[in-house]
């Protein structure tokens, strides 16, 4: 090792003294696991977002809302036990999504999950950092180039903290958004009525959307951090904490910020109503043309956004550090530097293709390695370089996925490639090796 790269070893380890270490490479130790409020207050923060809400108002507009309710409801519930059972795999191994899936793809197979689903989440980082400073500039006409930078520079400051920060900037997120949630909705529905949001048929008067895309839309808005939830939950003390905090996110705090959008936007039926623009909870409350209540939607955004953005660039840098063999927090900083300039491109104009691609993409891994941990080998570990049955049941869930998606497109492309997948892998699995328990 260099004089320099063992200089800049001891400035990390010094950092990690400080702040506390991040577990890239090993499992996260009993000592170091964290409280059940603490674990909680990460995964609350994640999905209780803006976004959420335009994922709402995106359903409410094509679906009408009890439809669009429904497959809320639903796509929820479905999310919960995948990212439940999923998130179990991490608190009881105390490993991150990179280390659990060098067992199941093999020691260098794993890359290909694990190195698609954190530039996947790279790429939402630098979504929900477009939509932080396309929703200021629009609104506040500054410059959004310059917005953005400030917004993507405080997120990776907030991600540099590490586990620490996501559970602090969850601590500011959540309670703003519960309140002036709560409100937004509330105030909409005072001035037009429930009878007007229960009775709201979509855009088009027709709710064309068909439920298999409403459910797609639901599922996908998470599909990847909760295929990497074993980042979070491996710091849960037990399976019980573990499944608390998650639900904690799925269904509670996805299901409330996906109706904070849709009951808006029922209650409105602003004609051609755009959700990525100003006909959002930003929007409404900006609408307002109160100084007091426009300072703290300003506030409200990019503490609201941060937490999801600071939370997709942990995921990343976990991710990706592993793979290189470096440290989440020098990743965090890189990888950060690159989604600010995909943003400042507007890539967060390609929101709904961004799910599709999703769909198609990320449930066959779930479901690999839930049919594999949980059916076929449970506790094995990584002994394999490459495992190729995991990459052809991959290739499979996504081929029928992209077909659903293309020929029939009133299913879901998502449910598709999970069963299709998980099938296959079992299928292929149990044929060319026996069912084997392991030991603990």
Known sequence: MSTTAAVKESEVE?????LGEEYEHKPVPPQARRSLFSVTMVWIGFPMIITGAMTGSVLVLGMGFQRALIAMIIGNLIIFAYVGALGALGTKKGMNFALIASIVFGRKGYVFSSGLLSTLLLGWYAVQTGITGNLVSSTYH??????????GVLYIAITFVGVKGLHYIGLVSVP????????????????????????YAGADGKGAMSMGVGLTIVLTLFVDAGTVTADFNRWAKDLKGSLISTFSAFPFANLVAMLVGGIMTAALATPNANPFGADNMFGYMND???????????????????????????????GWSRILGSHMRILAIALGVVGIIVAAGNVWAFFIQWLTLLGILVPPIGAIILVDQYLLRVNSEATSEWRIVPFIAWAAGSVVAYFVSEYAPEYSTAIAAFIVAGVVYGVLQSVTAPKTQYAA
Not at 14 to 18: E, P, T
Not at 142 to 151: C, E, G, P, Q, R
């Open 288 to 318: 307002k043309q109160l100084a007091w209540l426009s300072v703290l939607a300003f506030i409200f955004l990019y503490c609201n956004l941060g937490s999801v953005c600071s939370h997709c660039l942990y995921n990343a840098a976990t």
């Open 176 to 199: 703003l958004f519960v309140i002036l949630g709560v409100w937004v909705a509330g105030d909409s529905v005072a001035h037009h009525g429930w009878a007007a949001v229960m009775s």
């Open 142 to 151: 500054l410059n959004y180039v310059l917005m953005t930078v400030i917004a």
């Open 14 to 18: 010094q950092i990690d003294h400080v």
